[in-house]
């Protein structure tokens, strides 16, 4: 009996992103995901056999897919990104903050605020400060945003006072999606699973490099008032026949 190896057991958490197959390298993240696997499957097996010598030689077809459960099923960016349709936001009017308090300021590293402008643009009226003075921007700290369409703050000096921040976001009021029934070409994605880095720093990740949606989309009602578990909706990117998938395990 083989001795367990440790760095190949299934211990790591896993984050899913897709991305065109079109522009392979614009990776959106899909969050709130569980039951995450990456899944190679032998099926249609053809087998050539002799009269005499029995089993000449065996040919499967090989198919890869990455599968799960969306909990936050009515995503409707994500349901465009699948499905298509148009999308129409009715913005709600604006909401001020006052002081939020940030803990942690490192040069060179970013952090989120809280809230975001529901058009994925950066908040306005930001006033960061120290110990209630204000900081100034491009000298102290810069404005970024990030693939969430959250606002991060990058700090360019040190700072020892308690760093607050001022602001002002336009959330949504209300979203809706249309979605045309009929006749639709699935579009190809990229699909990544990445591991969230351990006490080790180490990444592995398993990628699809041209596969599609398939199955049923379910936009679950639950009660779980009534101590009912939340119902997500199941996905399966199964790979295209000729497409790849890369199993990545970094070592070092």
């Given at each position: 009996?083989?001795?367990?190896?440790?760095?190949?057991?299934?211990?790591?958490?896993?984050?899913?992103?897709?991305?065109?197959?079109?522009?392979?390298?614009?990776?959106?993240r899909l969050g709130s995901v569980t039951g995450l696997a990456g899944n190679i499957e032998i099926s249609?097996?053809?087998?050539?056999?002799?009269?005499?010598?029995?089993?000449?030689?065996?040919?499967?077809?090989?198919?890869?897919?990455?599968?799960?459960?969306?909990?936050?099923?009515?995503?409707?960016?994500?349901?465009?990104?699948?499905?298509?349709?148009?999308?129409?936001?009715?913005?709600?009017?604006?909401?001020?903050?006052?002081?939020?308090?940030?803990?942690?300021?490192?040069?060179?590293?970013?952090?989120?605020?809280?809230?975001?402008?529901?058009?994925?643009?950066?908040?306005?009226?930001?006033?960061?400060?120290?110990?209630?003075?204000?900081?100034?921007?491009?000298?102290?700290?810069?404005?970024?945003?990030?693939?969430?369409?959250?606002?991060?703050?990058?700090?360019?000096?040190?700072?020892?006072?308690?760093?607050?921040?001022?602001?002002?976001?336009?959330?949504?009021?209300?979203?809706?999606?249309?979605?045309?029934?009929?006749?639709?070409?699935?579009?190809?994605?990229?699909?990544?699973?990445?591991?969230?880095?351990?006490?080790?720093?180490?990444?592995?990740?398993?990628?699809?490099?041209?596969?599609?949606?398939?199955?049923?989309?379910?936009?679950?009602?639950?009660?779980?008032?009534?101590?009912?578990?939340?119902?997500?909706?199941?996905?399966?990117?199964?790979?295209?026949?000729?497409?790849?998938?890369?199993?990545?395990?970094?070592?070092?």
């Amino acid at each position: 009996m083989s001795a367990i190896k440790p760095n190949s057991l299934s211990k790591f958490t896993g984050m899913l992103s897709i991305a065109p197959t079109a522009t392979p390298t614009s990776f959106q993240r899909l969050g709130s995901v569980t039951g995450l696997a990456g899944n190679i499957e032998i099926s249609d097996t053809t087998e050539i056999r002799a009269q005499d010598t029995g089993l000449v030689a065996a040919f499967t077809d090989l198919q890869g897919s990455i599968a799960g459960t969306f909990l936050e099923v009515f995503d409707l960016e994500l349901i465009k990104t699948l499905f298509g349709g148009t999308k129409t936001d009715t913005a709600a009017s604006s909401q001020s903050v006052t002081d939020e308090s940030v803990t942690g300021w490192t040069v060179g590293t970013s952090f989120a605020l809280t809230n975001k402008n529901a058009d994925g643009t950066i908040v306005t009226s930001i006033d960061v400060k120290a110990d209630g003075s204000s900081l100034v921007l491009d000298t102290d700290y810069k404005t970024l945003i990030d693939g969430d369409g959250y606002t991060k703050i990058l700090p360019l000096t040190s700072q020892t006072g308690a760093i607050t921040v001022d602001y002002s976001y336009t959330p949504n009021a209300n979203e809706e999606l249309e979605i045309t029934l009929g006749n639709y070409e699935v579009p190809s994605f990229v699909v990544k699973i990445e591991t969230v880095p351990d006490s080790t720093g180490k990444t592995r990740t398993i990628t699809l490099n041209s596969a599609k949606f398939e199955g049923t989309y379910a936009l679950n009602f639950s009660d779980v008032s009534e101590a009912k578990e939340i119902e997500g909706a199941e996905f399966t990117f199964t790979g295209e026949k000729g497409s790849t998938v890369t199993i990545y395990d970094e070592k070092l």
